[in-house]
Structures are given as C-alpha cells and as structure tokens.
C-alpha cells in the first residue's frame, strides 16, 4: 500500500492511497490531477482508474529491494533489529 500527492505550483493537486502493485504511483497521482475533478482517490477505486488508465502493473516481487526482503529475513529469524535502506 502506498500514499502519494502530486502537487503544482500548490494549486492543481492529484493524490492516491492505497494502490497495490502499481509501478509508478506518482504517474497514478499525476493522472488524478490531469484528467479527473477530483483531487485524491484510494483503494480498489484508485487501482481501477489505474487500470483504466494502462497505468503498469507488476507483481509484489518487483516491488521489494533485495536489501528489504535480506532485512525482513533477518528480522524474522532473530540476526538483527528492523531496518531500512533509508537508515
């Protein structure tokens, strides 16, 4: 699940919540703002207009580094604390 905003020079905005395997949430967030009335969708809502849209889609495994899935297998065999690539 991901939150996105697009915003442009604080005036149009587009955001998205919630879209699950979407490659590039921020185009998601972007065609919100572009082609609808409305400023933020979320859920199976904002996946359909993805869809829609020919907005790519990709399977869970392209969407985990291999840092984070390393770090969760650590994690959950006890080798060290949660972390991210973020620090």
């Known amino acids: 699940m991901c939150k996105v905003i ?9 955001a998205v919540a919630g879209l699950s395997n979407v ?6 967030a972007r065609l919100v703002m572009d082609s609808t ?3 933020f969708l979320a859920g199976p809502g904002a996946n359909a ?9 990709v399977p869970d ?5 291999d840092f984070a ?5 650590d994690f959950i065999h006890g ?7 973020l620090g």
């Open 69 to 73: 899935r390393e770090a969760l297998d």
């Open 49 to 57: 207009f993805a869809r829609e849209k020919g907005v790519p889609f």
């Open 79 to 85: 080798k060290g604390e949660a972390s991210s690539e």
């Open 61 to 65: 495994d392209e969407l985990i580094t």
């Open 37 to 39: 009335p409305h400023i």
């Open 6 to 14: 697009y915003l442009k020079y604080f005036t149009n905005k587009g």
């Open 23 to 28: 490659s590039n949430p921020v185009s998601v």
